[in-house]
């Protein structure tokens, strides 16, 4: 069974830094991609971004990119969200999510499997 839980999320000042894990069960890094998303209050889903089980390539919405890093810790079974330079419209509950790979190495799109998510809050 493919389970997701994602942690870490909490309260920040705006410029401040949090690292979100995504920690997996239930399958290998190597057969599924792994996403995040955010919902904040009152606006719809959006991808944060994902990482490749193929080729470990990542890729980042455009309003995160240069602040946010993805990456993996297969040993672990866990993925991290290193958020830097948070704004407040950061604010939102995060969620990781999982996709059969299906030998691609395109990560970016809506995942078959999502964990309970974590809130972040970031403040000015």
């Known amino acids: 069974e493919v389970q997701l839980q994602a942690s870490g999320g909490g309260s920040v000042q705006a410029g401040g830094s949090l690292k979100l894990a995504c920690t997996y069960s239930g399958f290998t890094f190597g057969d599924f991609h792994i996403g995040w998303f955010r919902q904040a209050p009152g606006k719809e889903q959006e991808e944060v971004g994902c990482i490749s089980s193929t080729d470990s390539s990542t890729r980042y919405l455009h309003s995160v990119q240069g602040r946010f890093i993805i990456s993996s810790d297969s040993a672990k079974n866990v993925v991290y969200l290193q958020m830097n330079s948070l704004r407040r419209e950061d604010t939102a509950i995060y969620y990781c999510?999982?996709?059969?790979?299906?030998?691609?190495?395109?990560?970016?799109?809506?995942?078959?499997?999502w964990g309970q998510g974590t809130l972040v809050t970031v403040s000015s």
């Open positions: 999510t999982a996709v059969p790979s299906g030998g691609s190495s395109w990560c970016w799109g809506m995942p078959d499997y």
